[in-house]
């Protein structure tokens, strides 16, 4: 008996299925074509729900040979929200997660403020506040959004203790714009969009800096583009 664990990569199906029957052929075990498009379906529909719950989501593809030539699976979703991911990597400390620096273009954005003190900057999903905290030491009022309990934690501590001009709204913020403004003059959203599954939670980032961004204000986010050549419209 084994056990595979795999990230829940839709687009992987026909790696997954190929790791399936070198494994299975390992342990004495040769499925027919029949078989094996059954097997794809089933991870098929799996992958697709584990995906849409979140991009941290794995999942597990159990089996064992009780006798003979014949194998039983099976294939169970591990789901990991995105707090809980960002949480358990507090936990462990492997490594650096986000980088300990700023972005470079959001330092190039904000370094253009004649007064820092009057450009309010909300960074949304802040991890552990390498952009905030270096955008609060340089002078400006920031809000950091962060949906994981343990490294809102770690900007509320740090802040503190420099006494910075950081607020930290611990939640979703897509879920509504109760408690916050609508002056920003720039939106951070680093490593942020490539956690969507959704055009519309895409759209809902537009519309949230539609709503929260001061006239002339600026929303700087980052995505991973598909393929070469490829350009947004």
Known sequence: MGQITVPAVPSLIDEYVKMCDNIFASVGVQYSPEEFAQLKTVLETQLD??????????????????????????????????????????????????????????????????????????????????NALALARRGHPVDAVEIAPKLA????????????????????????????RDDYQLIVASELVPDFRTTQQLRAMFELAAHCLAPGGRLLFNAFLPREGYIPD
């Open 49 to 130: 729900e584990a995906y849409r719950t979140s991009s941290r989501s794995n999942i597990i593809i159990s089996f064992h040979a009780p006798f003979g030539t014949a194998l039983n699976y099976r294939v169970n979703i591990e789901s990991v929200t995105m707090a809980g991911h960002y949480d358990g990597w507090v936990a462990t400390k492997e490594g650096s997660l986000f980088g300990i620096k700023p972005d470079a273009r959001v330092s190039v954005l904000a370094g253009e403020a004649a007064e820092p003190g009057a450009c309010r900057v909300l960074d949304i999903g802040a991890g552990t506040g390498r």
């Open 153 to 180: 934690h770690i900007i509320r501590t740090e802040a503190q203790r420099e006494s910075l001009d950081v607020r930290v709204i611990e939640r979703d913020v897509f879920a509504t714009t109760d408690d916050v």
